[in-house]
């Protein structure tokens, strides 16, 4: 069974920096793209963040020049450095992989930015 754990989110300061990171296992890693996906209250769950298992990244445009995507295969884990953090960036974020014909995702992280 494919399980993805996030963690790293918390409460963060406008300008303010957080490390998200996601854990996947119950899957060949290396072989999948692993999405960011955020949600904030009352809108529609949004991709942010993508890597391919090959390295390949992209970046919605609201987040580009701030986030970072990237992966490390060994541990079987993809993380998400966010920098200058907005209040527009608050919301639950969740890692998801397609694999085996199917979404999977993990139970989220909650993101505050807030003074």
């Known amino acids: 069974q494919v399980r993805l754990v996030e963690s790293g989110g918390g409460v963060v300061q406008p300008g303010g920096s957080l490390r998200l990171s996601c854990v996947a296992s119950?899957?060949?890693?290396?072989?999948?793209?692993i999405g960011w996906h955020r949600q904030a209250p009352a809108k529609q769950r949004e991709l942010v963040a993508k890597?391919?298992?090959?390295?390949?990244?992209n970046y919605t445009e609201s987040v580009k020049g701030r986030f970072t995507i990237s992966r490390n295969n060994v541990w079987n884990t993809v993380y998400l450095q966010m920098n200058s953090l907005k209040p527009d960036d608050e919301g639950v974020y969740y890692c998801?992989?397609?694999?085996?014909?199917?979404?999977?995702w993990g139970k989220g992280t909650l993101v505050t930015v807030s003074s």
């Open positions: 998801n992989t397609r694999a085996y014909g199917r979404d999977f």
């Open positions: 890597i391919t298992g090959g390295g390949e990244t």
């Open positions: 119950g899957l060949n890693f290396k072989l999948y793209a």
